[in-house]
C-alpha cells in the first residue's frame, strides 16, 4: 500500500460504496471497536448523510493507541503469517479474548469457514494487523480531533462496556465531558 493510500482510507471508500450502494436518505451508524476511526473518518466527509453516529467501545484514549498482544501477534514477521493461517488463533481466541461472553460453536464455525476455506483471509488478517500496529496511533488521533471539532455537527452517541478486555475505560468518560 502507498503511503498516500491508508487502510483506514480504504474502509472509508469501502463504508462509502456500502452506504451509497444500500440507503435511500440519511443512515444511523452504528459502530464497534477499532472501526471506529474509519466510520467516523467518513462521516465528517459526508456528514449530509449521516443521521447520527453510535460508537460502541472506540478507541478513544492514549491508552487506546496500541493493539492488544491478541491482534498485534498477527503482525509480527513469520509468526503472524503463522498464527493468521490457524482457524482457531485467528478466529476463536481473538473472538473469546475481547470478552467475558462464550461462543456457541454454530456461531464459531461461521467465523472460521473463511479461514478453513481459504488463505486470503489470513493473509488479510495479518495485513490489516501490519497497518493497524503502524498506524493505529494515528487513526485514534485523528478520530479524537474529529469528534472535538467545532464543525463537527453528527450527534454522536459513545457506549461502553466496562468488561472490554482490550480498551480500557479509563479516559473515555474525561473525553466524553470535553
Known amino acids: 500500500m502507498s503511503s498516500s493510500v491508508t487502510a483506514c482510507r480504504v474502509y472509508v471508500i469501502s463504508l462509502e460504496s456500502f452506504i451509497n450502494e444500500v440507503a435511500v436518505g440519511k443512515v444511523s451508524l452504528v459502530v464497534l471497536g477499532y472501526f471506529a476511526p474509519a466510520a467516523v473518518k467518513y462521516a465528517s466527509i459526508h456528514q449530509e ?10 478507541p478513544l484514549t492514549a491508552k487506546h493507541e496500541n493493539l492488544p498482544s491478541t491482534l498485534s501477534v498477527f503482525s509480527n514477521f513469520l509468526l503472524g503469517e503463522i498464527f493468521a493461517q490457524d482457524p482457531l488463533r485467528a478466529s476463536d481466541k481473538t473472538l473469546t479474548s475481547c470478552g467475558p ?3 456457541k460453536e454454530d ?3 461461521v467465523y472460521r469457514n473463511p479461514y478453513l476455506t481459504s488463505g486470503v483471509a489470513g493473509f488479510a488478517l495479518n495485513a490489516i494487523s501490519r497497518d493497524m500496529k ?3 496511533k494515528k487513526y485514534v488521533e485523528e478520530m ?3 469528534l472535538t471539532d467545532e464543525n463537527w455537527k453528527v450527534p454522536t452517541t459513545i457506549c461502553w462496556g466496562k468488561r472490554d478486555r482490550w480498551l480500557t475505560y479509563d479516559g473515555v468518560e474525561d473525553f466524553c465531558k470535553d
Open 49 to 58: 448523510k449521516i443521521d447520527n453516529i453510535i460508537l460502541l467501545n472506540p
Open 101 to 103: 461472553y462464550k461462543i
Open 107 to 109: 456461531d464459531a464455525m
Open 134 to 136: 503502524k498506524e493505529l
Open 144 to 146: 479524537r480531533t474529529i
